[in-house]
């Protein structure tokens, strides 16, 4: 009888905060776009109007370049905190707008983030996420996670000048990871993911220039839901030394030149170049002066005398 009491009771405290909860929360109201459906407290309801308006333009942004994808709708969930968010990710989020589930075709919305909307920061984010459902769906093997993630990146257009030099810093100082570390797992602090983030998108977009300068990412994937074809792409990323060629080419042909415009731009090396372009532009200004008072001086011996002429 107690334990039955004690159920009762339970019971009651957690519909009561429930209760709360969704008080604070406010009513839920559904939403709906052409291609996204989704609940929202009713207070955000212009807010998730917005959020439609960008899964809509994020959505083409990937249609651009995967003609094929977004065929399924795919669930947009509104997670009220940024605690809950996490939680239901178990704590393991790139983003911390919005972060996918593949197995379920679902993009959670961290809804206390959103709440300072940020349209591109969004744009891009679901961009990402909806590549990752993508992926999940059509290839049927698994790809590496620097493959997934840099795939992710490129087509949501998550790169800069910034990124860039930051990945010639990471050569520099012996902080790139092997790309064999990099195809199941990240690192779990927040400085090393975002090497591990750097490093796979330019990875990505080296292969795409190497391998898929015509058809770009279209043929990449192509090329790995071809799961059959031992010459495809999945045979060569499980290949060890195709893989270690392709990263050796990698630094030489795209991280090194970064590097070498890192060491010339950094500061300590500009003052040096400054200074040694002073050095140098002094010195050529000796050299052209003292050609200068040579050629007056010849002037002045032979061309302003008597030079022998009868006017």
């Given at each position: 009888m107690r334990i039955f009491q004690a159920i009762v009771c339970f019971v009651l405290v957690a519909f009561m905060f429930a209760g709360l909860a969704l008080g604070?929360?406010?009513?839920?109201?559904?939403?709906?776009s052409a291609h996204f459906?989704?609940?929202?407290?009713?207070?955000?309801?212009?807010?998730?109007?917005?959020?439609?308006?960008?899964?809509?333009?994020a959505r083409k942004t990937v249609l651009d370049q995967m003609p094929s994808a977004m065929?399924?709708?795919?669930?947009?969930?509104?997670?009220?905190?940024?605690?809950?968010?996490y939680r239901q990710l178990g704590g393991r989020a790139h983003h911390t707008l919005a972060a996918?589930?593949?197995?379920?075709?679902?993009?959670?919305?961290?809804?206390?983030?959103?709440?300072?909307?940020?349209?591109?920061?969004?744009?891009?984010?679901?961009?990402?996420?909806?590549?990752?459902i993508y992926l999940g769906r059509v290839v049927g093997?698994?790809?590496?996670?620097?493959?997934?993630?840099?795939?992710?990146?490129?087509?949501?257009?998550e790169w800069s000048l910034t990124d860039a030099a930051s990945l010639a810093a990471d050569s520099l100082f012996g902080r790139l990871f092997p790309?064999?570390?990099?195809?199941?797992?990240?690192?779990?602090?927040?400085?090393?993911?975002?090497?591990?983030?750097?490093?796979?998108?330019?990875?990505?977009?080296?292969?795409?220039?190497?391998?898929?300068?015509?058809?770009g990412v279209r043929g990449l994937v192509a090329d790995l839901t071809d799961n059959g074809d031992k010459s495809g792409l999945h045979a060569l990323l499980s290949d060890p030394d195709w893989l270690?060629?392709?990263?050796?080419?990698?630094?030489?042909?795209?991280?090194?030149?970064?590097?070498?415009?890192?060491?010339?731009?950094?500061?300590?090396?500009?003052?040096?170049?400054?200074?040694?372009?002073?050095?140098a532009a002094y010195a050529r200004k000796r050299r052209t002066g003292k050609r200068r008072e040579a050629r007056w001086a010849v002037e002045e011996e032979f061309g302003y005398h008597d030079d022998g002429f009868d006017d």
């Open positions: 604070a929360e406010g009513n839920l109201v559904q939403l709906e459906r989704f609940q929202v407290p009713e207070k955000d309801r212009r807010l998730g109007d917005a959020i439609l308006n960008v899964a809509e333009s065929e399924e709708r795919i669930g947009l969930a509104w997670v009220p905190t940024e605690r809950e968010f996918a589930v593949p197995s379920i075709r679902r993009v959670y919305l961290n809804g206390e983030q959103l709440q300072r909307l940020d349209r591109m920061a969004l744009h891009q984010t679901l961009a990402h996420e909806f590549v990752h093997k698994p790809i590496p996670r620097w493959l997934n993630e840099g795939l992710a990146m490129y087509v949501a257009g790309v064999a570390e990099l195809a199941d797992r990240f690192p779990t602090d927040p400085v090393g993911q975002q090497e591990a983030y750097r490093e796979s998108y330019s990875l990505t977009a080296y292969l795409l220039n190497r391998r898929y300068s015509k058809d270690a060629g392709f990263e050796r080419d990698w630094q030489q042909q795209w991280v090194r030149p970064g590097r070498v415009v890192l060491m010339l731009t950094s500061s300590g090396m500009f003052w040096i170049l400054v200074a040694l372009l002073c050095i």
